[in-house]
């Protein structure tokens, strides 16, 4: 029984170890080019400057684009899913 118990254990550990090797595998992020017209698209500008960073395992691009009235926005765009995260 005792057997049994740790091949349980053991084959539930490796199990959830594989999933989240291969989901953060499966992210296949943008380019920089990307992001900017994904942040141009969700509010109409001319993007200024793009630049990459993390926040935990997460890709971000911060985009910053020059809106018509002169107001500058920044753009946070998920480099995983290609969405926008937060507008400033």
């Known amino acids: ?6 091949l349980l254990s053991f084959l539930i550990f490796t199990g959830s170890f594989l ?3 291969e989901n953060k595998a499966a992210c296949e992020n ?3 080019a ?10 109409k500008g001319k ?5 990459r960073s ?4 997460t890709v971000v691009y911060r985009v910053k ?3 018509e009235n002169g107001r500058v926005r920044t ?3 998920d480099g995983c899913k290609g969405q926008v995260i937060k507008v400033d």
Do not use: E, P
């Open 65 to 67: 684009v020059l809106l």
């Open 1 to 6: 029984m005792v057997n049994k118990s740790i």
């Open 75 to 77: 753009i946070l765009v």
């Open 19 to 21: 999933w989240a090797a």
């Open 34 to 43: 990307q992001a900017v017209s994904i942040a141009q698209s969700a509010i």
């Open 54 to 57: 993390k926040r935990g395992d």
């Open 30 to 32: 943008i380019s920089k």
């Open 47 to 51: 993007a200024l400057s793009a630049s």
